[in-house]
């Protein structure tokens, strides 16, 4: 446990849910990830969480960042990026949302597909784009990739439509889908990559950039491996095809700067037996998959859950003898509201209606997935210390 939410948590004992953030931990990431990757420029996944104070301390340090909408680039210059440090990195844009970022000084852009190429060459003419590959999603526990992402022989097209369209061929991208825990996945993409530029440059396109999206993993529940083996692999990769001369690489992370950076606090509305033999309970805390938690769909991301027993420094970990199982749910009064059934929770034996809980590494994909008042229930509150 961060001792600083902890802290936090004992001072103000906020109500409930709510997620306290500790945007240090986004400093710590973003340090940690340059420098194992010195090679590689970070463009900040904004979805991830766009807090305007996580914004603000990435702009200090240096950062871009990768947008996916115009709401999103409005942000990231609210919080003081400059224009050519923000990527639009949707391959699904809005004719006036590519507008309204050209008319920012946003000059780069991601595709996909024809249509979206020719709406980029009318809407934000001469830009630099970028053709998102489709790869395989290996062992993501959060996929995104089936609905984004091209062949390479339509890649290779688009390409040079691209420049025949005035605008400028760029680079190549992939993501390799979010929460990804091999980094053969990387290596895989990487190396279909690396084939397409040579026949790019031969072709004469003057293609110089890869784009390596996000997906590195932490750790909820169970370990994931270290962020060096994802940057060891990629380098060397990357110095496998390329040799010494390495294209501009860009890293798109959103889950590996914010997740750790985040602890829910919540409340056991309701624990109860439901009159069931084999002894589990169910525990019904007052955020559930519409409260923020919608990566618990499928038992994808299985959060770290503990009982908060109100201690600063060291956090307290329960005696395995004094936990039994549970079955987690939300508050609302959808059936799907169901957070973890098939996945093996264990909480205190004691815990009661009342009894605070703390959801550990929930600072990316909590605060926006949040409904707006489904129920009546209001959106969480954010507290960035
Ligand atoms: C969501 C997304 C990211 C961030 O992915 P993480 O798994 O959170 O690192 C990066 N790039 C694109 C294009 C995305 O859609």
Redesign the pocket.
């Known amino acids: 446990m961060n001792p600083k939410i902890a802290h936090f948590i004992l001072q103000n004992n906020p109500v409930t849910p709510c997620l306290i953030f500790d945007v240090d931990e986004v400093e710590n990431h973003y340090q940690l990830l340059r420098q194992m990757l010195p090679k590689g420029r970070i463009y900040y ?1 904004v ?2 969480n766009p807090a305007m104070a996580v914004l603000k301390r990435l702009v200090k340090l240096g950062a871009c960042f ?1 947008a ?1 909408s115009w709401e999103e680039i409005a942000l990231c210059l609210e919080a003081g990026a400059q224009p050519n440090s923000i990527s639009f ?2 391959t699904i844009k809005k004719v006036s949302a590519i507008r309204a970022a050209y008319g920012a000084g946003i000059r780069l852009f ?1 595709f996909d597909c024809r249509e979206e190429l020719e709406k980029i060459a009318q809407n934000a003419p001469g830009s630099l784009v970028y053709c ?1 590959l489709l790869v395989d999603g290996y062992k993501a526990e ?1 996929p ?1 990739s089936r609905k ?1 992402g091209t062949t390479v022989e339509s890649a290779h097209d688009l390409m040079c439509e691209a420049r025949t369209l005035g605008l400028d061929p760029y680079g190549l ?1 992939f ?1 390799v ?4 825990l091999s980094v053969e996945a990387y290596e895989v993409a990487i190396a279909r990559v690396a084939s397409l530029f040579e026949e790019l440059k031969i072709e004469g396109v003057n293609v110089r950039m890869l784009n390596l ?4 993993p932490v750790s909820y529940a169970d370990d994931v491996p270290s962020i060096d083996n994802f940057t060891k692999a990629i380098s060397n990769t990357i110095s496998r095809y390329f040799g010494d001369v390495w294209p501009e690489v860009l890293l ?5 700067i914010v997740g750790k950076a985040g602890v829910v606090y919540t409340e056991a509305v309701l624990v109860s037996a439901r009159g069931a033999r084999n002894g589990v309970r169910w525990v019904y805390l007052d955020i559930g998959r519409f409260g923020g938690l919608a990566e618990t769909e499928n038992e994808s991301i299985r959060y770290a859950i503990h009982a908060w027993r109100g201690v600063e420094s060291d956090f307290y970990r329960e005696k395995e003898s004094d936990l039994a199982p549970v079955v987690l749910a939300g508050p609302t009064c959808d059936g799907a509201d169901i957070l973890y059934e098939k996945a093996h929770y264990m909480l205190p034996q004691d815990l009661k209606s009342g009894d605070r809980l703390i959801i550990l590494s929930a600072g ?2 909590v605060s926006t997935y949040c409904s707006t008042s489904f129920n009546g229930f209001p959106p969480l509150a954010e507290y960035y210390i």
Do not use: I, M, T, V
């Open positions: 996944a979805k991830a990768d996916a990195g949707n991601a998102r959060w995104l984004f991208s993501h889908g979010s929460q990804q999206g996000g997906g590195f798109e992370p959103g889950r590996f990316a994909y």
